[in-house]
């Protein structure tokens, strides 16, 4: 093996210098800190990603009605031997906040992910997309002149662009988020905003809570009186509310076809009639329309409506 004196090692570096590490003009390195914290009165470690606060989080009503229903649910277990998990409890033990959409400087979605397990290991599905509840309108209209109450019955429908579900003209019960109101207050809004109608609140019927009575609740769990169109990975949920309209022939002609909804806001919405009796295939692949047919036929038929 030959040897390299020094003279020549000089050499060598000054043909061949190292390469200058490449850095862009402007580049910084930062190293991402996840903030963490325990809830209040419970040993559950939270994790915070960019963009959130721990105050920010704690005030998000999504996150509070969602970790109170849960925290209520899970302490069931030590209540009664007849619990199936009785024997080893299942816990909330850590939450990592994922990501967040804002609306301005609101939060609108959180996306979590949580640990929930027992002693053994054994884990209950904890990835979840925080979002709060909704409100469904089933808003039935009737011509002037129509006699019978069960005859020429038509249910208000709009169409949109929902690219979540890869459609651009969905047919849907009208439907609209809860922010900071009352559940009927919501549901008034969104009737005058995609429908074009003043609705006094207290004229709308809950048919969820009129379906769901109190005793829903009697073993313990204080799950709201509303439906949960997708449970498995979300914790929305709905309520249905009911109006019913007569209004004039030709009102019920410039119906179908009209345009509403907050156009500057990106609602594109077209107004669509349909028979009541043709409801539950219409919306077959609306959650809302099939609850509120199902309800609404069922409050019928028990005379509770």
């Not at 200058?20 to 910084?28: A, I, T, V």
């Amino acid at each position: 093996m030959h040897k390299i004196n020094l003279n020549t090692s000089l050499i060598l570096k000054r043909l061949f210098p190292p390469f200058p590490r490449f850095r862009s003009k402007g580049y910084k390195t930062t190293a991402t800190r996840m903030t963490t914290f325990q809830i209040p009165d419970s040993k559950v470690e939270v994790s915070l990603c960019e963009g959130i606060t721990k105050d920010e989080l704690l005030r998000f009503p999504a996150f509070k009605s969602w970790h109170n229903r849960l925290t209520a649910s899970l302490a069931l277990q030590n209540q009664s031997s007849d619990h199936p998990f009785h024997s080893d409890p299942y816990r909330l033990r850590s939450i990592k906040i994922q990501s967040l959409d804002r609306w301005g400087n609101r939060i609108g979605f959180i996306k979590i992910s949580s640990k929930i397990a027992n002693e053994a290991g054994e884990t209950l599905p904890g990835d979840i997309f925080l979002r709060g509840p909704s409100v469904g309108m089933m808003v039935i209209v009737q011509p002037e002149d129509v006699k019978g109450s069960d005859e020429e019955r038509w249910v208000v429908m709009t169409v949109q662009p929902r690219p979540a579900s890869g459609s651009l003209a969905f047919i849907e019960l009208p439907a609209g988020m809860v922010d900071d109101g009352t559940f009927k207050g919501a549901a008034a809004k969104e009737i005058e905003e995609e429908l074009g109608w003043t609705i006094p609140a207290d004229q709308l019927t809950n048919l969820s809570e009129l379906a769901i009575g109190d005793e829903a609740n009697k073993e313990g769990e204080v799950l709201p009186r509303a439906m949960f169109p997708s449970a498995g990975g979300c914790d929305e949920f709905v309520k249905i509310f009911l109006h019913e309209k007569k209004i004039s022939r030709e009102e019920l002609k410039k119906t179908t076809g009209k345009l509403t909804g907050l156009r500057d806001d990106g609602e594109k919405i077209t107004l669509k009639l349909v028979k009541l009796e043709d409801l539950w295939k219409e919306g077959a692949r609306d959650s809302k329309a099939l609850t509120a047919w199902a309800l609404y036929d069922g409050l019928k038929r028990t005379g509770k409506l």
